[in-house]
């Protein structure tokens, strides 16, 4: 499975984007993608993961309300509108495919995801 994500930029704060994630590949073997995000000095974390098969979304409290996931199955892509940009939301943005296995259902752990894409940069300023 191939991911290219896009949509990244220089906003200001208060603006929005969205990003879009392009599967390719052996697509059908994936059960769930998710986005997760790294800011400079810190740790990847995980944004929202949506399953291909139903919807069914997990997101990350804290930003719940103006981080929003969703896809589009025809064209094996995800998408994630991001509202009311703050200057803490600055990361490079992920997007990972889940492979179907024993959990398809979306998952948190970055450790459960088998691919990635390279990312693409969001930067945010006051």
């Known amino acids: 499975v191939q991911l290219v994500e896009s949509g990244g930029g220089s906003v200001q704060a208060g603006g929005s984007l969205r990003l879009s994630c392009a599967a390719s590949g052996r697509t059908f073997s994936s059960a769930a993608m998710g986005w997760f995000r790294q800011a400079p000095g810190k740790e990847r974390e995980f944004v929202a993961a949506?399953?291909?098969?139903?919807?069914?979304?997990l997101s990350r409290d804290s930003l719940k309300g103006r981080f929003t996931i969703s896809r589009d199955n025809a064209k094996n892509t995800v998408y994630l509108q991001i509202d009311s940009l703050e200057p803490e939301d600055t990361a490079v943005y992920y997007c990972a495919a889940k492979s179907l296995g024993p959990r398809n259902g979306p998952i948190r752990d970055p450790g459960e995801y088998d691919y990635w894409g390279q990312g693409t940069q969001v930067t945010v300023s006051s």
């Open positions: 949506i399953r291909w098969i139903g919807g069914s979304i």
